[in-house]
């Protein structure tokens, strides 16, 4: 399939776009901004996202049959996105599972009532032997196990076939707990045993049974400027959504998914390095400035910067001004070609209406560039 026929998702069947929804993430864009971007761009070679996520635009450069590269400070988005450049049938990813459990119980069960509430007793035990194995473990297939897990850890109960490990709970973000203990007791709601292999192996044979082609890659962990500036590759496309200021919840409400990974079982309130973390507007653009000339350093001439950006309604600022400001103080040869407004339709999840529960959402923009002058 060519890029421009891949432009929009509904030009895929369901099932091949299925492995892009393995684990939700907060903020995470829609598959069409990219797939436009690519469409738009059809002599892109490789693509790049300084904010990854849980890897949208690595999905999308996979449909287009190219290979992409994604940076993320989060362990639970670099986890998610890594699943989205990897090509593995559902049986490697059940025997892998199926090897840890029967290996054995280990691992440390958390103490306190949120655990014995939110997990049966033996469910909990293999989800920690996963846990524990997976941490030693860096595979594709232990790569993609580790993000399956990530989406079924938490979700609603279902009355027939369980989709999910946990006592009720969303899927977007984990509640905190205390809120979730006191939930659970008011409703009386116990834990039920589910069979951790049986929904691993529902979900990779749902995930992975038709996913497209993987065109090569790789995600990074770590901060965009540090990362990029180790990085050899050059770029022609960049496609990316960075935090919107004052944006600061990414870890606090991912830390169930955290713990998974290796984190503290309780909730971490840091902010572990995000860049919307800074103090006031100038910083915050500054800090985005930074970003942008890092890019350029790893693009090539008349590559193309497609950024999308909001605001937070309780941060009263203006997106697209300080977008603007942000490419101009880059000074490091992006032109702005269009800034438009993102259009995405009303159903769809933003960054807006995820976080600005209160007053009315700003509309998200959407910014495209071009490197003409490579002022070093
Ligand atoms: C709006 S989200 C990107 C969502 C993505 N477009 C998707 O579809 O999933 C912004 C991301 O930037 C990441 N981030 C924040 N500060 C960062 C930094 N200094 N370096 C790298 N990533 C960072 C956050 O962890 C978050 O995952």
Request: glycine share 8%.
């Amino acid at each position: 399939m060519t890029v421009t026929a891949a432009a929009s998702p509904s030009n895929w069947p369901e099932d091949a776009l299925r492995l892009n929804a393995i684990c939700p993430y907060y903020t995470m864009f829609p598959l069409d901004f990219p797939l436009q971007q690519l469409a738009a761009h059809s002599t892109a070679t490789r693509v790049l996202d300084p904010f990854c996520g849980r890897g949208t635009t690595l999905y999308a450069a996979r449909l287009a049959g190219l290979p992409s590269v994604g940076i993320d400070i989060n362990p639970v988005a670099a986890a998610i996105a890594q699943a989205k450049l990897i090509q593995l049938t559902p049986g490697a990813v059940v025997r892998l599972a199926r090897q840890i459990l029967e290996g054995g119980m280990r691992g440390e069960i958390p103490e306190g009532e949120f655990w014995q509430r939110c997990f049966e007793q033996q469910t909990l035990l293999e989800l920690v032997t996963l846990r524990e194995a997976l941490l030693e473990l860096s595979t594709p297939a232990s790569a993609m196990l580790r993000a399956v897990m990530l989406g079924i850890l938490h979700g609603p109960r279902n009355k027939h076939l369980p989709s999910y490990l946990s006592n009720q709970m969303p899927r977007t973000y984990a509640s905190k707990p205390g809120y979730a203990v006191r939930f659970w007791a008011k409703r009386g709601m116990e834990p039920v045993r589910v069979p951790t292999l049986e929904v691993i192996e529902r979900r990779a044979k749902r995930l992975l049974e038709a996913a497209p082609l993987a065109h090569g890659g790789k995600v990074y962990l770590g901060d965009t400027v540090e990362t990029l500036s180790s990085l050899r590759q050059k770029f022609d496309l960049v496609v990316t959504s960075p935090p919107y200021y004052a944006m600061r919840t990414y870890v606090a409400d991912q830390w169930l998914r955290s713990w998974f990974l290796g984190g503290p079982p309780e909730v971490p309130y840091g902010t572990h390095g995000q860049i919307a973390r800074q103090p006031t507007q100038e910083a915050f653009i500054q800090a985005l400035a930074e970003v942008w000339a890092a890019t350029a350093r790893r693009c090539r001439q008349g590559a193309r910067l497609a950024i999308r950006f909001g605001a937070l309604p309780s941060s009263r600022t203006d997106p697209e001004q300080m977008l603007l400001a942000s490419v101009k103080e880059s000074k490091a040869g992006w032109v702005v070609k269009e800034v438009r407004p993102a259009g995405t339709p009303i159903k769809r999840k933003r960054q807006a209406e995820q976080f600005g529960k209160a007053g009315s959402a700003i509309d998200e923009i959407d910014l495209v560039a071009e490197l003409v002058g490579l002022r070093r």
